[in-house]
């Protein structure tokens, strides 16, 4: 009985060892191999991360811009696009685009007598733009904006029933603008924009449109560097994913 039970002892030790071997191996391979893997995986998307967030010289820039002003002491809106860049997160330059529509009563001296008149105005100019920013920090942007530009005026004089075109103008004009802008991110992708500014027209084939004066402004910033981090940093994350749960 005893030389049984120890017979039995043996063959089973022999058969744990047998299984050890046989399972243990692989799987310490295995392993070795899943954590080598690993942690090459780990290493590489730590160093596209930091490719993707490291601050670069250049950076695309694009808002919209909606500016209130006034001409002959009435409100106007200005309504406008601005794209470009930004180099070493300190200097901004860029094409902004602008289009004015204002209507408005005036007296117009005609035969001797003044009469009662409409006066319908659009302007459509480009602008080239330059930004200093004194300070540009996660939630907040201070500059000096400065614009010069080029564009054309179309300007209709009727009479008080507007049924009559007394007066007509087509003529070009270069306004030239500086002023001072704050903007605040809230979220690192969008963010809002104010100015104000004096704007001044620096030659003109039309007297009349009165350009000149101060303006504020407001409007949307996206902010497309931030946008397209995000971007990128999402494919890499989904790219390293399927190789090792990243969170």
């Not at 392993?31 to 690993?38: A, D």
């Not at 009469?115 to 733009?129: A, E, K, P, S, W």
């Not at 009727?158 to 004009?173: C, E, M, Q, R, W």
Request: with cysteine.
């Amino acid at each position: 009985m005893c030389n049984r039970s120890v017979s039995w002892i043996q063959r089973n030790i022999y058969r744990f060892i047998l299984y050890a071997i046989a399972y243990t191996s692989p799987f310490q391979i295995l392993f070795s191999q899943t954590t080598k893997l690993s942690k090459k995986t780990k290493e590489a998307y730590i160093r596209d991360s930091i490719r993707i967030f490291t601050p670069k010289k250049i950076y695309p820039q694009i808002a919209l811009d909606n500016r209130k002003s006034f001409m002959r002491k009435s409100p106007v809106d200005i309504q406008g696009i601005y794209t470009g860049i930004l180099y070493k997160s300190r200097y901004k330059f860029g094409i902004g685009y602008y289009q004015v529509d204002s209507q408005s009563r005036a007296n117009l001296k005609l035969k001797e007598r003044q009469v009662q008149t409409m006066r319908d105005l659009d302007l459509y100019y480009g602008t080239i733009n330059f930004e200093y920013l004194l300070i540009d920090r996660r939630y907040i942007k201070f500059g000096f904006p400065i614009n010069l530009g080029l564009g054309y005026s179309n300007l209709n004089i009727y009479n008080d029933k507007k049924d009559t075109l007394i007066y007509h103008s087509v003529g070009a004009f270069v306004p030239f603008s500086i002023g001072s802008e704050i903007t605040l991110k809230p979220f690192r992708e969008f963010g809002l924009t104010t100015s104000i500014g004096y704007r001044k027209v620096l030659i003109h084939s039309e007297p009349r449109i009165d350009f000149d004066g101060f303006f504020y402004s407001y409007g949307l910033v996206i902010d497309v560097k931030e946008i397209i981090k995000d971007i990128r940093w999402l494919r890499a994350k989904k790219r390293y994913k399927k190789v090792r749960h990243l969170k």
